[in-house]
């Protein structure tokens, strides 16, 4: 076997390992050179390379673009499909991974979100809320609205804080507030005081006033509770003989002291449940030297001058109904006290 068959053999070689020949093509590509021994050229030369080309070797030759150089060695450039065709499997392989990988990140985040965020409300719950707050502020309105501070305002701001009075009067503004009554009385063009309910839905709150730790509203439940708190007198706007109007009024009135910038507290009884005052009544004449017949004295009941006890035990038990808080709170605007009718 000469030095040129092996170099053909070892091209031939190069073009299986390359890609340009099958198996089967290297190796009867590689039996032609080795049985061209025998059959040489006229001229006792080998026969052209040419002459030994594999069978699709010209289609070959052009999809891998191999040619036959000078010294009949071929070179080839088609070790370059693999490596192309490696690059881009590469690429999308990697571009599969990139995609995958976001896509399980994006699942694991809302995954985290979802259990870190708390779970829904129930639908009960969550109406709720609505009248819960609206509650909270109406409770809000009625502390503000009970308290010492709308005395002194003038009517517009207070009817900026309460809204439109549901009836107005002359002097006289009258609400409803978180479903309790309120009524102010206004003196010039400021609120002198307010005449609240008090009941067991209605507790003003008094905020602001020092004796109001002391009467207690939201525990005292009658007259007589009161006094035995705060102190104060019983008066009364009628004892006998009241004709046709209204229930006679009780009161457990408390002056104001400096420490409450003389704000005076009237506490009054409710007049569905007033009892007779007989025994304050012959209570009053016995201390006046006076008969059965004789007309009490309006001072000692309007005033609160005689038979305190006498009216603490008639009176007292009575339970609370309204009460009212003012610097214009006097004996006088509520029992006529001093007052000379004739």
């Not at 490596?83 to 499997?89: F, N, P, V």
Request: charge should be negative; aromatic fraction near 6%.
């Amino acid at each position: 076997m000469s030095t040129n068959d092996l170099d053909q053999i070892a091209r031939l070689y190069r073009l299986q390992e390359s890609g340009v020949l099958t198996q089967a093509e290297f190796e009867a590509e590689k039996a032609r050179v080795l049985n061209r021994q025998d059959s040489t050229s006229p001229n006792g030369e080998a026969p052209a390379p040419e002459s030994i080309a594999p069978a699709g070797y010209a289609q070959a030759a052009l999809a891998d673009e191999v040619v036959y150089d000078d010294d009949r060695a071929y070179r080839s450039r088609s070790p370059l499909v693999p490596i192309i065709l490696a690059t881009i499997l590469a690429i999308v392989a990697g571009v599969g991974w990139y995609v995958m990988r976001g896509s399980t990140a994006t699942v694991e985040a809302d995954k985290a979100v979802n259990a870190a965020s708390p779970a829904p409300a129930p639908s009960s719950t969550v109406a709720a809320a609505p009248q819960a707050t609206a509650e909270q502020t109406a409770a809000s309105i009625y502390q503000w609205a009970t308290s010492i501070e709308p005395l002194g305002v003038t009517p517009d701001y207070l009817t900026s804080k309460l809204g439109a009075p549901r009836h107005r009067d002359g002097s006289t503004l009258d609400f409803v507030v978180a479903g309790c009554d309120i009524r102010y009385e206004t003196q010039g063009s400021a609120i002198s005081y307010f005449d609240a309910e008090v009941s067991p839905s209605c507790k003003p709150s008094l905020t602001g006033l020092n004796a109001a730790t002391a009467i207690n509203l939201p525990q005292s439940t009658s007259l007589g509770d009161g006094e035995r708190k705060a102190g104060g007198l019983i008066v009364a706007d009628c004892l006998e003989m009241c004709g046709n109007a209204a229930d006679p009024a009780q009161y457990l009135f408390i002056q104001g002291s400096h420490a409450d910038n003389f704000i005076n507290v009237a506490v009054m009884a409710d007049p569905k449940a007033s009892k007779g005052t007989e025994k304050w009544a012959s209570a009053i004449r016995m201390a006046n030297n006076l008969s059965a017949d004789d007309e009490l004295p309006a001072q000692s009941f309007q005033c609160g001058a005689d038979a305190q006890d006498a009216a603490l035990q008639e009176v007292g038990p009575v339970r609370i109904g309204r009460v009212l808080v003012g610097q214009g709170v006097s004996t006088e605007r509520l029992t006529m006290c001093g007052v000379d009718t004739n």
